[in-house]
Nanobody
């Protein structure tokens, strides 16, 4: 099992910044692509950003140019730097990790989520 623990959420005014962290622990052998998703009330879960084990990052269109994903494999941690925040970024942000992603044993793991609230 892999445990993912997010931190860094909070309340911020529009235009502000936050940095989310997601620390992985447990059976992390084979942990590959990690990412951030967000879930706003009455909306579908949305992909925010992903990063491969080779540090290839990709951000969704709605956050492109404002958010940056990175990872520190020595700390088993992935980060999401969020700048120029907008009220529509308000959501629970969930960390995702994929283990053995290129095998029949592919498994997705999720954190509990951290709330980000952006006020106008």
């Amino acid at each position: 099992q892999v445990q993912l623990v997010e931190s860094g959420g909070g309340d911020v005014q529009a235009g502000g910044s936050l940095r989310l962290s997601c620390a992985a622990s447990g059976s992390i052998f084979g942990l590959g692509t990690m990412g951030w998703y967000r879930q706003a009330p009455a909306k579908q879960r949305e992909l925010v950003a992903t990063i491969t084990s080779d540090d290839i990052g990709n951000c969704g269109d709605s956050v492109q140019g404002r958010f940056t994903i990175s990872r520190d494999n020595t700390k088993n941690t992935v980060y999401l730097q969020m700048n120029s925040l907008k009220p529509e970024d308000t959501a629970v942000y969930l960390c995702n990790g994929v283990r053995f992603e290129n095998s029949p044993y592919k498994t997705n793991y999720w954190g509990q989520g951290t709330q980000v609230t952006v006020s106008s």
